[in-house]
Structure formats: C-alpha cells, structure tokens
Nanobody, 116 residues
Framework: QVQLAESGGGLVEPGGSLRLSCAGS????????MGWYRQAPGKQRELVAS???????NYGDSAKGRFIISRDNAKNTVYLQMNSLEPEDTAVYYC??????????WGQGTQVTVSS
C-alpha cells in the first residue's frame, strides 16, 4: 500500500513563505513523478508544480516565479517552497505521485491559508 504524508501547511500573512513536504512510503521504491495540486473552495483542482525522477519540472501558471519544487529521490520526498504568498493561494494543497505504471496516488491534503 502506498501512502503520501504531507506536512507544512498553515496560516501565513500575505507576502510570507511556507514550505510543504510530502513523503512517500509503501511498496513504491521510487516514484516517477511527484508534485502538488491545489483546490480552493468552489474551484477545480489545479496543478501547482510537478517534477519527474530526471528533474524535469512543470509549473502551473500560479506558481511561476514564486514557488520552487524539489525532490529527494532517496527519501521519496517532494518539497514545495512557496514565497510571496497571496490570499489567492489559499487552498488545500494535495501531494500527487505517479509510479512507473502511471498509476496515481494522492495525499489527504494540507490547508494553506494566506490572510492578515
């Protein structure tokens, strides 16, 4: 069984920073792709950023220039450094992974709230 454990969400003021972490465990030795999606109330889930095992990165439009994704393959862990946060970044952030058979796995989500 595969599990994705997220951490690092919380409340931050506009302009602040947060770092999310997601550690994968279970039967998967190394995930092919790891990344983050987010879903705000009343909106569809959207890609924030993803990174494959070779280091190829894909950022969603909302993340470009402000967020940085990285991963530690040895630890099956992906990180999301979020800078210059805005109230519009308030959402539940979900860790997502794909294995080599392109099966999807999701974390339970971590709340990020940007408010003064």
């Amino acid at each position: 069984q595969v599990q994705l454990a997220e951490s690092g969400g919380g409340l931050v003021e506009p302009g602040g920073s947060l770092r999310l972490s997601c550690a994968g465990s279970g039967s998967i030795v190394t995930f092919y792709v790891m990344g983050w999606y987010r879903q705000a109330p009343g909106k569809q889930r959207e890609l924030v950023a993803s990174i494959n095992i070779g280091g190829k990165i894909n950022y969603g439009d909302s993340a470009k220039g402000r967020f940085i994704i990285s991963r530690d393959n040895a630890k099956n862990t992906v990180y999301l450094q979020m800078n210059s946060l805005e109230p519009e970044d308030t959402a539940v952030y979900y860790c997502h992974s794909e294995d080599w058979a392109r099966r999807d796995y999701w974390g339970q989500g971590t709340q990020v709230t940007v408010s003064s």
